[in-house]
């Protein structure tokens, strides 16, 4: 294994002397399993994303694998047998997702509590099918529980009217860092891997097919060419974009429906269980996890107009899901105590009418058979790594090579690797660092973690934490820059740490010391300093005054 995986220069370096298999445009979770599984098939590839990886909505998902009890629930009662293949399918790659990235990744109960007699023997009917559906790939088997069991599960659970509830386990992960591994391990096997490098204009060979495209350097704000012999739109929301970039006849097949979550703090539920709540008002569903010691609640499901500014929390977001955390707990939870938030975009195929929260969350592969271009479009984490395969054999089938077995179920991702729960105990030992310290890297970067700690042995000051009370050390830092390609402020202080997704507080008082770091690093000036790190806190502040009414500062 090289010694920096993800060299960007090298990789932009390489640009003109290649002519690659696949070009993959969009680095989030569909994009990177593409690309894992096109090295994988010895396909030379290339990914591309214009901003950074994981920076749309694979960094906004409410951080389960899952089945989709909703999704089950709509296939048996209107005999829909295209949620119940979707259903099946997610099912059975919940385990497979799990067993990939274990640092990542673990089973989670979730409690439906049950309000009327009846609940209680319905939801349980359907948990079970649920347990047969995932047969020997089910996490564990789902319970139907008294309502003291389920009190003991969820202490401030309210119980004035509660029957009974129902317990049933899904897959819970790091949606951020679980698409950073995909990124690394392809890049391990020789794909090459660019961020904040934005696909311009398509250009055609004399058949009329793709074979360029114009991409431009937003960091160094230059242009370079990238030649392919095939293109993957894997763009998610974006996908429409790119397909009438290249072929401006084909028609939309995108909506876009908004999901927010808030994160509160712990104490809110003190408890190692989520709770569903499997129907609001206006028909949606909502969680409330246990998640990097905070309670994680989402999501809402409105139906937007995809724009190019960032999808944000919104008062109304904040008021809604803090209403139905009310409605569920003995816990009141004041506006100014969220600790952070965040809003994503879900990429739904075209229908014909209804709501967005009514669509299947199938995906389509679409070949245009003008340009050649491929297009993944639709589905959702859980399924991304089918998304993948089913893209791969599509482009295999217009390279006119025999497809390969798809290999991606049996591949262990790089920081899974010899992964063991209690390793963080190993680290603490050898290298002297706390264990609430050691135990944070052990599982944001499994087998890696040794590698970022080894950094604290040539300079014992990169120990320290990167402000009062985090648990972010500087050597974490130091090696998300060097070995995860963190190019913005916002790159390492928000997906490579974490910390916009858990503490925007955090994120506001860690943003000068990390850009203290980079500036060490990457050698920019004081001037580009200054003005990164202000963009970046003023724009924590306006999504907090924006949400929650309060100054960043005043907290």
Known sequence: MSEVLMNRLKNIASLDANLFDVCIIGGGATGAGCALDAVQRGLKTILIEK?????????????????????????????????????????????TLISNAPHLAHPIALLTPCFKWWEGFYYSIGLKIYDLLAGSTNLKSSQWLNKKQAVERIPNLKTDKLKSAVLYYDGQFDDIRYTLELVKTAAELGCIVINHLAAQDFRFGVNGKLNEISVFDTTAKRNYIVRSKIFVNATGTGADKIRQKANPNLNKR???????????????????TALLIPKTDDGRVVFLLPWNKKILVGTTDEEVELTEQESTLS?????????????????????????????????????????TKDL?????????????????????????????????????????????????????????????????????????????????????????????????????????????????????????????????????????????????????????????????????????????????????????MQAFGVSLNAN
């Open 51 to 95: 901003d950074d990886f994981a920076a749309g909505t694979s960094s906004k998902s409410t951080k389960l694998f899952h089945g989709g009890v909703r999704y089950l629930e709509k296939a048996v009662m209107q005999l829909d047998a295209e949620q119940f293949r979707m259903v099946y399918k997610s099912l059975h790659e919940r385990r």
């Open 254 to 272: 995108m909506r876009v429906s908004k999901g927010a979550h808030l994160v509160l703090p712990y104490d809110s539920m003190p408890a190692e």
């Open 315 to 355: 008062n109304a977001d904040v008021k809604y899901l803090l209403d139905y955390t009310a409605r569920y707990l003995n816990t009141t939870v004041d506006p100014k105590n969220v600790r952070a938030g965040f809003s994503g975009l879900r990429p739904l195929l075209q229908a014909a009418s209804g709501n």
């Open 360 to 544: 299947v969350r199938e995906h389509e592969v679409e070949v245009d058979a003008v340009t050649g271009l491929i297009s993944i479009m639709g589905g959702k984490w859980t399924t991304f790594r089918l998304m993948a395969k089913d893209t791969l054999d599509a482009v295999e089938q217009s390279l006119n090579k025999p497809i390969t077995p798809c290999t991606t179920h049996n591949l262990i991702l790089l920081g899974g690797r010899n992964y063991k729960t209690d390793g963080y105990l190993e680290l603490a030992a050898k290298y002297k660092v706390p264990e609430f310290i050691a135990k944070r890297l052990h599982q944001r970067y499994g087998a890696m973690a040794s590698k970022i700690l080894d950094i604290t042995v040539s300079d014992p000051s990169l120990r320290r934490s990167i402000v009062s009370g985090s648990p972010v050390i500087c050597a974490e830092v130091v090696y998300t820059i060097i070995h995860e390609m963190g190019v913005s402020l916002r790159d390492v202080v928000a997906r490579r740490l974490g910390l916009e997704f858990t503490s925007w507080k955090y994120a506001y008082q860690s943003s000068y010391a990390v850009a203290n770091i980079m500036q060490d690093i990457l050698r920019f000036s004081g001037e580009e300093k200054k003005r990164m790190v202000d963009e970046y806190q003023q724009t924590l502040e306006f999504w907090n």
